[in-house]
T-cell receptor, first 116, second 109 residues
């Protein structure tokens, strides 16, 4: 069964450093997403991406964040200067048009980001 | 965006059937009802989706009454491995899928 893969599974970084979280969406999907989940809290939408541009972003997705699809398979989330409060699980998701209309997205296993 | 309400937590024992009900009074005509499951330290996983009446797959059943203002996720004969958070979502929300707090199901031996 095709799946969304994320690397690394755990990233430890110092405050102020840049991090790049990587995702390989399901190959025929065209809609891509990033979510985050702070420990013990709910899953929060960050950004959606389609046709090489951001479709929607939440209030969390400020100028410190950026997304990119550098090639035909990867989808990345960059945090320019990490803060302690960026520590969370970051989930990538993807979908196609038919499933998107039914609220179906496929999530990766996540990257745990720890900012020290 | 249709708002959903579901219990914060539920307890059950192995082998029992578990029913989690979600209220969505403001559901729109083109909205689907979708349920996700999330294990600790994992991403949400789509488990079932429906529009009306009843849907069944290998994981669960979803019951939707005629007015569609609520839905019930039914997990037959739960095991310890069904301990997870279950989320009910209504949409399409297209590019902005918002998760609530979900229902934390704890299955006890």
């Amino acid at each position: 069964e095709p799946e969304v893969t994320q690397t690394p599974s755990h990233q430890v970084t110092q405050m102020g450093q840049e991090v790049i979280l990587r995702c390989v969406p399901i190959s025929n999907h065209l809609y891509f997403y990033w979510y985050r989940q702070i420990l013990g809290q709910k899953v929060e939408f960050l950004v959606s991406f389609y046709n090489n541009e951001i479709s929607e972003k939440s209030e969390i997705f400020d100028d410190q964040f950026s997304v990119e699809r550098p090639d035909g398979s990867n989808f990345t989330l960059k945090i320019r200067s990490t803060k302690l409060e960026d520590s969370a699980m970051y989930f990538c998701a993807s979908s196609d048009l038919v499933e998107l209309a039914k609220n179906i997205q496929y999530f990766g296993a996540g990257t745990r980001l720890s900012v020290l | 965006l249709a708002k959903t309400t579901q219990p914060i937590s539920m307890d059950s024992y192995e082998g029992q059937e578990v029913n989690i009900t979600c209220s969505h009074n403001n559901i729109a005509t083109n909205d689907y009802i979708t349920w996700y499951q999330q294990f600790p330290s994992q991403g949400p996983r789509f488990i079932i989706q429906g529009y009306k009446t009843k849907v069944t797959n290998e994981v669960a059943s979803l019951f939707i009454p005629a007015d569609r203002k609520s839905s019930t996720l039914s997990l037959p004969r739960v095991s310890l491995s069904d301990t997870a958070v279950y989320y009910c979502l209504v949409g399409p929300n297209n590019n902005d899928m918002r998760f609530g707090a979900g229902t934390r199901l704890t299955v006890k031996p």
